[in-house]
């Protein structure tokens, strides 16, 4: 049997196909099981983000309460709502 060299030719073209193919199949879910593995990351990584959000806005509500404010305002720094005696009243000059 006579093997031609286009023949040859033809059959060593399609390997080299093959083989690039294979390497880029490869190359393709390594790149791909890589990204995936980073997007866990970065899900897990929100997720730590976010509960601790959540900590924060709950402890920013309890520390700007009113109720805390005005016993902060009361003990530390001496501070009483004024009595109607304390309050001066300033009358509007006529025009």
Request: charged share 20%; with cysteine; hydrophobic share 45%.
């Amino acid at each position: 049997m006579l093997i031609n060299r286009a023949t040859v030719s033809v059959a060593l073209v399609a390997w080299a196909f093959v083989v690039v193919s294979a390497l880029m199949v490869v190359h393709c879910k390594h790149t791909l099981r890589s990204k995936v593995s980073e997007l866990q990351s970065l899900s897990a990584e929100l997720e730590r983000a976010q509960v601790e959000l959540g900590q924060l806005l709950l402890e920013e509500g309890t520390v700007a309460s009113y109720d805390r404010i005005d016993r902060y305002s009361a003990d530390a720094l001496k501070m009483r709502a004024p009595t109607h005696s304390d309050t001066i009243w300033l009358a509007q000059p006529d025009t």
